[in-house]
């Protein structure tokens, strides 16, 4: 009897986020001694606290902050809950921030940091507990003018605002107000800004646009497919189905969905919020994994873990554009096997920036106490994306070099000009 063939091993998300840097310095001849600095974090935090259950037994959580660099200014970065949590992922995700910040031109540094958990197996209650003593253990290893966090997979407004709520109890009653700006993508009522929640999907469509408009294509009539539909996805496929463009796919961890004549993207999104998965909308049908990428589309938009496109997938997805959503979708295997089709890739690095971006928002409007509308936000949003976009594509069309090589090549560039100017202390 045929033995089957095992599924083949992940690609180690660290060693792709290095592989990633090395192309791009070689294209520049970055200087070895920078290329050493900016291989590995400057700091790696690791915490293992007790939290107590609502059974009334305790449970020991270990939690992550990775801080890559801080060059260019405060480390910034989400928090993430999720059971595949681990130490190389976190890493991959704290130089990504660093390199999406440069992209952007935004005075921060990258970081990132997670708890290894799922948050759907627990209450509420036990919910706040854990984010509470992260936080408290995390220490003085976050603040708003050093770290400063904001919401990832599995984590939201209300993980921002508990976040929020215990730093400032620790610290001295007269830095209140500009404590708020410990933590970006709080609510409204908490310090929060108008357009954070949507940020990241209205970033990635105003990437989108460039494309088309710099590719003589017209969205409205287009149909797209989306890889996770949370925040990041939902809110992408709700612009987009505004703008006349269709959703034939959607995948997310409870399975996928195709129908070719459309899926409504708020229908969806209110299923989900009652069901906790596209599983079961009745507006499509139920597919396999097989049939959700080989399924036909002008844009796929990878919106939920890392490593999603890889040699298995990519040979499936038949479209013209990836937009990558989520952070370090595509491997390098896929990513070749993409450029071998001639499928465009717009980078996590460029793509879903929008996110980080209006997070600085924030935080200019917690420390000048102000507070935007929502109309000014999307203007300066709308704004850098264009100016990132446009730049990242100059240096592809400079150098003969795909997008996400040039993003790199940007972020670096910009980089090494400061370290040139600072020099190594002492």
């Known amino acids: 009897m045929a033995s089957k063939t095992p599924p083949k091993q992940r690609q180690n998300v660290y060693e792709i986020a290095q592989a990633q840097l090395q192309r791009a310095a070689d294209v520049i001849r970055l200087e070895d001694r920078l290329h050493m600095i900016l291989s590995q974090p400057k700091n790696e935090l690791i915490i293992n606290f007790p939290v107590r259950m609502d059974d009334g037994n305790y449970r020991l959580f270990k939690g992550y902050r990775i801080q890559h660099n801080d060059i260019m200014g405060p480390y910034k970065g989400g928090i993430r809950f999720h059971p595949e949590v681990h130490l190389d992922e976190v890493k991959a995700l704290a130089a990504w921030m660093t390199w999406k ?21 627990t209450s509420p209650a036990e919910l706040e507990r854990i984010t509470r003593r992260f936080t408290h253990a995390l220490g003085d290893n976050i603040g708003p003018n050093y770290d400063i966090p904001a919401p990832d997979m599995g984590t939201n407004a209300q993980t921002m605002v508990w976040m929020m709520d215990t730093y400032m109890n620790r610290g001295p009653s007269r830095d209140k107000n500009a404590q ?21 999907g209205q970033g990635v469509v105003y990437a989108i646009e460039e494309w088309a408009t710099e590719n003589d294509f017209s969205l409205d009539g287009a149909t797209f497919s989306v890889q996770g539909f949370g925040n990041v996805g939902s809110h992408a496929a709700a612009i987009l189905s505004r703008m006349g463009a269709s959703m034939i796919a959607v995948q997310d961890h409870t399975g996928a969905l195709v129908n070719r004549e459309g899926i409504h993207p708020k229908r969806l999104a209110r299923h989900v919020a009652e069901t906790g998965g596209v599983a079961g909308y009745k507006g499509a049908e139920p597919v396999d ?22 040699a298995d997938t990519a040979p499936l997805m038949r479209c013209k554009l990836v937009v990558e959503g989520a952070n370090g979708p595509t491997d390098l295997e896929g990513e070749a096997i993409l450029q071998d089709k001639g499928v465009q890739i717009l980078p996590d690095v460029l793509a879903n920036a929008g996110g980080v971006t209006v997070s600085y928002f924030e935080w200019l409007q917690n420390r000048r106490a ?15 994306m264009v100016r990132a976009y446009r730049t990242v594509r100059r240096v592809a069309r400079e150098h003969g070099i795909d997008n996400r090589t040039a993003a790199y090549v940007h972020s ?9 100017e600072r020099g190594i202390f002492p």
């Open 101 to 121: 910040c440069a992209v952007m031109e935004i005075p921060f540094g990258g970081a990132k940091g997670g708890v290894k958990f799922d948050p759907r197996s």
């Open 370 to 384: 102000e507070s935007w509308t929502l109309e000014e936000v999307d203007a300066r949003l709308h704004a850098m």
């Open 180 to 200: 708020r700006a410990v933590v970006t993508g709080k609510s409204i009522t908490s310090g929060g800004s108008q357009g954070r929640e949507k940020a990241t």
């Open 289 to 310: 994994k097989a049939t959700f990428f080989g399924t036909e589309v002008d844009i796929f938009i990878p919106a939920a873990l890392e490593s999603q496109i890889t």
């Open 412 to 420: 670096l560039q910009r980089i090494q000009e400061v370290y040139r």
